[in-house]
């Protein structure tokens, strides 16, 4: 069965960087897009960035573009966040979640039921 394991999360100064990092196992991810959740406590969920199939297509929220960069590698079966300039309200569980609908994923920021795939989060404060 597929599954999703992110990591890369920790601790950061506002102003820092991390890297997150998707990895998937049990199958091909190939044909779907792959997108980056956020939940703060306290708050609903969040879309942040999606990557269609290949690299050619991305999406991010307004809030963190030109901060943050979504790649993927389907040979290492992989896709990452770059995030830079972090700021305390980037503080949240980031997940990352599959989809074989773009436009429903990376249109619309839905997870359409039944048709996804969906990881368990690694934790990212930005704090001084």
């Known amino acids: 069965q597929l599954q999703l394991v992110e990591s890369g999360g920790g601790l950061v100064q506002p102003g820092g960087s991390l890297i997150l990092s998707c990895v998937w196992s049990?199958?091909?991810?190939?044909?779907?897009?792959i997108a980056w959740f956020r939940q703060a406590p306290g708050k609903g969920r969040e879309g942040v960035s999606c990557v269609s199939r290949t690299n050619e297509n991305k999406y991010y929220k307004e809030a963190v573009k030109g901060r943050f960069t979504i790649s993927r590698d389907n040979a290492k079966n992989t896709v990452y966040l770059e995030m830079n300039n972090l700021e305390p309200n980037d503080t949240a569980v980031y997940y990352c979640a599959a989809s074989q609908l773009r436009y429903s994923l990376c249109g619309k920021w839905e997870l359409p039921e039944g048709r996804h795939y969906w990881g368990q989060g690694t934790q990212v404060t930005v704090s001084s």
């Open positions: 049990g199958g091909r991810l190939d044909d779907h897009a």
